[in-house]
């Protein structure tokens, strides 16, 4: 594979690139409609989170419960023990802001609740820091029982959406407010498996990328520019926050790869990165770990100047791989 063929792991520009909420608010208004059971609950923010579609739909089934998401959470736990299928949508932060009712009514409780969480990260903009969820993947991935989902673009969200929907117990799906350009996965990574990550391209004792949420195509545009330099490159796709497959960490280890860059709009504490330096030192297994994401409050601006800032769009990312690069 040439250096320029990593990018064509990228669809065209033909293809439409789409939020991972509006993935959402699609799938939630299709399987509506085949699912009776499905219901879906929002704090007043129907517009931004995508429910307004299921809601004009399927009125009797939708709940808007107002700027109280304790409440909503409490009122899906409920319904999921009258054997509903509940999806309860707000923003992120606002959303596990509500720890202790999440925790104590649906982490305990193995409710069967989808929580959902959109307008992840600093790729939000303008709204500023107080609606930008940084610290959820941190808190989720704590409680026993529930799933951390980070899909990566439409066809990943809408896959895991539709895998959960067989789940027992509760979910969160952390989720973008801007639209993610759409990846060509292979027939295998289509195939839900459970904590597996997506390992797009591989190669031995190479510097690794590992991508979780909205930057995926950042990362192929890094990995391009890396191998035209003449660098070994792996990409890996990390949907999956919890649970998480040992198998992802035996074949990291197999790679052996020089580096391993992971890269988040999360906080660079909790999230992905934390995942990955556990599970390697489980293993007894030490590689060095650039560690890409948030270190600071977020701020306002338009989301291009924001990925910018925090060093989260193509540049940034690779500016800061080549400070932790040492061969």
């Given at each position: 594979?040439?250096?320029?063929?990593?990018?064509?792991?990228?669809?065209?520009?033909?293809?439409?690139?789409?939020?991972?909420?509006?993935?959402?608010?699609?799938?939630l208004?299709e399987?509506?409609?085949?699912?009776?059971?499905?219901?879906?609950?929002?704090?007043?923010?129907?517009?931004?989170?995508?429910?307004?579609?299921?809601?004009?739909?399927?009125?009797?089934?939708?709940?808007?419960?107002?700027?109280?998401?304790?409440?909503?959470?409490g009122?899906?736990?409920?319904?999921?023990?009258?054997?509903?299928?509940p999806?309860?949508a707000?923003?992120?932060?606002?959303?596990?802001?509500?720890?202790?009712?999440i925790?104590?009514?649906?982490?305990?409780?193995?409710?069967?609740?989808?929580?959902?969480?959109?307008?992840?990260?600093?790729?939000?903009?303008?709204d500023?820091?107080?609606?930008?969820?940084?610290?959820d993947?941190?808190?989720?991935?704590?409680?026993?029982?529930?799933?951390?989902?980070?899909p990566a673009?439409?066809?990943d969200?809408?896959?895991?959406?539709?895998?959960?929907l067989?789940?027992?117990?509760?979910?969160?799906?952390?989720?973008?407010?801007?639209?993610?350009?759409?990846?060509?996965?292979?027939?295998?990574?289509?195939?839900?498996?459970?904590?597996?990550?997506?390992?797009?391209?591989?190669?031995?004792?190479?510097?690794?990328?590992?991508?979780?949420?909205?930057?995926?195509e950042?990362?192929?545009?890094?990995?391009?520019?890396?191998?035209?330099?003449g660098?070994?490159?792996?990409?890996?796709?990390?949907?999956?926050?919890?649970?998480?497959?040992?198998?992802?960490?035996?074949?990291?280890?197999?790679?052996?790869?020089?580096?391993?860059?992971?890269?988040?709009?999360?906080?660079?504490?909790?999230?992905l990165?934390?995942?990955?330096?556990?599970?390697?030192?489980?293993?007894?297994?030490y590689f060095?770990l650039?560690?890409?994401g948030?270190?600071?409050?977020?701020a306002s601006?338009?989301?291009?100047?924001?990925?910018?800032?925090y060093?989260?769009?193509?540049?940034?990312?690779?500016?800061?791989?080549?400070?932790?690069?040492?061969?």
């Open positions: 594979m040439s250096s320029s063929q990593l990018l064509d792991q990228l669809t065209d520009s033909q293809v439409k690139a789409k939020a991972s909420r509006a993935a959402f608010g699609e799938f208004q399987f509506g409609a085949k699912n009776p059971r499905i219901v879906a609950l929002d704090a007043d923010l129907s517009k931004s989170t995508q429910t307004q579609h299921f809601a004009k739909k399927f009125p009797d089934r939708f709940f808007n419960m107002g700027i109280a998401e304790a409440n909503m959470i009122v899906a736990a409920g319904l999921a023990r009258a054997d509903f299928i999806f309860a707000s923003f992120g932060c606002f959303l596990t802001g509500r720890f202790d009712q925790r104590m009514s649906v982490s305990f409780t193995n409710a069967n609740v989808r929580l959902i969480g959109t307008h992840a990260g600093v790729g939000i903009g303008e500023g820091h107080s609606q930008m969820a940084l610290e993947l941190a808190l989720m991935r704590v409680l026993p029982h529930m799933t951390v989902l980070q673009d439409e066809a969200t809408k896959r895991l959406l539709e895998w959960s067989s789940h027992k117990g509760p979910c969160y799906f952390r989720l973008t407010r801007q639209n993610l350009k759409a990846v060509k996965w292979s027939t295998e990574s289509q195939k839900v498996k459970v904590g597996h990550w997506d390992f797009l391209h591989t190669e031995p004792n190479s510097i690794m990328l590992v991508n979780s949420g909205g930057l995926l950042s990362c192929i545009k890094v990995a391009d520019q890396l191998r035209s330099e660098h070994k490159v792996s990409i890996v796709n990390a949907s999956w926050i919890s649970p998480v497959a040992h198998e992802n960490f035996s074949k990291i280890a197999e790679l052996k790869p020089q580096l391993i860059v992971s890269v988040e709009d999360h906080y660079t504490v909790g999230g990165a934390s995942v990955i330096a556990e599970n390697l030192i489980e293993k007894h297994a060095p650039c560690k890409v948030v270190r600071d409050f977020g601006g338009s989301p291009q100047d924001n990925l910018k800032v060093g989260l769009d193509p540049e940034g990312i690779y500016q800061q791989i080549k400070k932790c690069y040492k061969k």
